[in-house]
Nanobody
Framework: VQLAESGGGLAQSGDSLRLACKASGRTFSINSWAWFRQIRGKDRELVAAITWLGDRSLYSDSVKGRFIISREGDENTVSLQMNSLKLEDTAVYYC?????????????????WGQGTQVTVSS
């Protein structure tokens, strides 16, 4: 499975950005998707996760109520709508997918990763 993120960039505090993750290859093996983010010098942390069917989702407390993870019409694409962006949302955002199990906040349980896309929020 190959994952490719798009949609990162610069935004001002309070703005919105939308990230997309397109999967290719053995996509039938994907059981759930997730977005993680990493600030330089810190561990990669879960932002949100969603099941393959899109029927259940999981959010970190820091983004709950502001970010929305969803499956696109194209079943091989998942998006992250980021609203009311804050300075602390600045990070590299990674798309991830796992073949077994369901929603998880543990990055070690995800087998597939994208290259990452930078999101920078300024005041």
């Amino acid at each position: 499975v190959q994952l490719a993120e798009s949609g990162g960039g610069l935004a001002q505090s309070g703005d919105s950005l939308r990230l997309a993750c397109k999967a290719s290859g053995r996509t039938f093996s994907i059981n759930s998707w997730a977005w993680f983010r990493q600030i330089r010098g810190k561990d990669r942390e879960l932002v949100a996760a969603i099941t393959w069917l899109g029927d259940r989702s999981l959010y970190s407390d820091s983004v709950k109520g502001r970010f929305i993870i969803s499956r696109e019409g194209d079943e091989n694409t998942v998006s992250l709508q980021m609203n009311s962006l804050k300075l602390e949302d600045t990070a590299v955002y990674y798309c991830a997918a796992r073949n077994t199990g369901s929603l998880s906040s543990d990055r070690r349980e995800y087998e597939h990763w994208g290259q990452g896309t930078q999101v920078t929020v300024s005041s």
